[in-house]
């Protein structure tokens, strides 16, 4: 009796590792959080949020919940994120064959604001503004900046081509400062 | 008796098999809009547990809710997008990272981060006004002139430190009076955008409880999915308050 008992429970647990091992990564992006050590010791520190993706796991997500952008008519799916401290990356996915390309930021401020667009009734946030198979233009519209970009998905590289800011960034002081009065 | 322990024990490890594959908490289902996951407080805010505050954030107060970190920091973010701020030029060929400044500015209010050693000194009652709400024993509108007293203190002491940062030579490195005005600006930051907060209105009572159920309430309502609805007026609120007394402080000559 006990022998047959552990033999059907051996079954049962093999059959869930199989239905688990062979259950079919979630194409539809899912938010988790993770704490942090601030958030675990402090009520006012924040955990981590993360986007999971075709069994992938993205930490450190930008912008607000979703935290991703759908490209209208096609299967990708666009979201930024920080592997490390102060590096951002864009993630593309294709949802059809659950493939990712990883492209540096650099200093374009896109991804900062995926998930505003719709909250703020496209005053600001980020989208994907217009696109083709290969080539997806990016907008940036944020207080007082605005960024437009072309992320070229054959080349894998992303190109910032209009920034409007109303700060001046040739703002040098070589010239313009006198020697200031000493102590 | 010994076969129902052996029984148990399939069962048992199922169990465990699913917990462990099952992914972390707060699903998001981006065409209904909606947390496909349970309030982990269940239904004792009420039947509905899929909404937050009730779906209605600006009339039902949270106790003492405040911004999280996370949203601290993204307000500061969307506020000053241009990258520039990162390193804001400066005389003596310093590039002042200015967002990284209002953030320890306003963690220091927060007590979180570099700063959580100090936490339950800046979460006093007392300090309620740098959050914008009232300690025990003032009312409303001895709150709110605490509250306007801390943000011009902390804003004229930021004035005071870029004018002594002009009139110094860089042998003296004034870049460093300049980054504690900048965190200055950072404190007055926190105080604003905690009046901002939707579980802030009208300088409501901090009585310094940490009882459990208040701080769940408190974690609960603290998350970067409320913020997007008032982040314009958020930023707007921050920029008309604050950017002149940003633009003084950065600046290499006051005309």
């Known amino acids: 009796m006990n022998k047959w008992i552990v033999t059907l429970g051996v079954a049962a647990v093999a059959a869930a590792l199989v239905a688990v091992l062979n259950q079919k990564p979630g194409t539809t992006p899912k938010v988790f959080q993770r704490p942090t050590l601030d958030s675990l010791i402090n009520i006012h520190g924040s955990p981590e949020e993360g986007l999971k993706l075709c069994g992938k796991s993205f930490r450190r997500v930008r912008g607000s919940p979703p935290y991703f952008l759908h490209v209208t008519n096609t299967s990708l799916l666009l979201f930024a994120y920080e592997p490390f401290k102060g590096t951002r990356m864009l993630v593309v996915c294709d949802t059809n064959d659950c493939s990712f390309r990883e492209i540096p930021l650099g200093e374009s401020v896109f991804g900062n604001q995926i998930g505003d667009w719709s909250p703020t009734k496209g005053q600001l946030g980020d989208i994907v503004e217009s696109g083709s198979s290969n080539r997806l233009v990016l907008l940036s519209k944020g207080f007082r900046y605005l960024e437009r970009s072309v992320l070229d998905l054959e080349s894998e590289t992303l190109r910032v081509v209009e920034v409007q800011s109303e700060r001046d960034k040739f703002l040098l002081d070589i010239w313009t400062n006198p020697a200031p009065k000493t102590r | 008796m010994r076969t129902s322990h052996h029984t148990l024990l399939p069962i048992a490890i199922l169990l465990f098999i699913a917990l462990a594959v099952m992914p972390a908490t707060a699903f998001y289902n981006p065409n209904t809009g909606r947390w496909l996951n349970r309030d982990p407080i ?214």
């Not at chain 2, 927060?110 to 009652?125: E, L, R």
């Not at chain 2, 905690?194 to 009585?207: E, I, T, V």
């Not at chain 2, 921050?238 to 950017?243: A, M, T, W």
């Not at chain 2, 633009?247 to 000559?253: E, G, R, S």
Request: proline share 5%; charged share 20%.
């Open chain 2, 42 to 255: 269940e239904e004792e805010d009420g039947p509905n547990v899929s909404l937050c505050a009730h779906n209605n954030l600006i009339n039902r107060i949270d106790p003492f809710g405040l911004w999280t970190t996370g949203v601290h920091h993204k307000i500061i973010d969307d506020w000053l997008v241009d990258p520039i701020w990162d390193r804001y030029p400066w005389r003596c060929c310093e590039r002042i990272p200015v967002r990284r400044l209002l953030k320890e500015g306003s963690d220091q209010i927060d007590g979180v981060g570099n700063h959580s050693g100090d936490f339950f000194a800046a979460q006093a009652t007392q300090n309620a006004h740098q959050h914008a709400m009232r300690s025990p024993g003032d009312d409303v509108s001895v709150a709110e002139a605490k509250y306007r007293q801390f943000i011009q203190n902390t804003l004229n002491e930021a004035r005071r430190l870029s004018d002594r940062a002009r009139q110094l030579t860089c042998t003296y490195a004034p870049e460093s009076l300049v980054y504690s005005a900048v965190t200055k600006i950072g404190n007055a930051f926190h105080a604003i955008s905690d009046n901002m907060s939707p579980a802030h209105s009208g300088f409501q009572l901090w009585s310094g409880s940490w009882e459990p159920t208040t701080v769940t309430d408190h974690v609960r309502q603290e998350n970067m999915t409320a913020y997007p609805t008032y982040k314009l007026q958020l930023v707007s609120t921050v920029d008309g308050e604050l950017l002149s007394y940003l633009n003084y402080v950065l600046a290499i000559q006051v005309r």
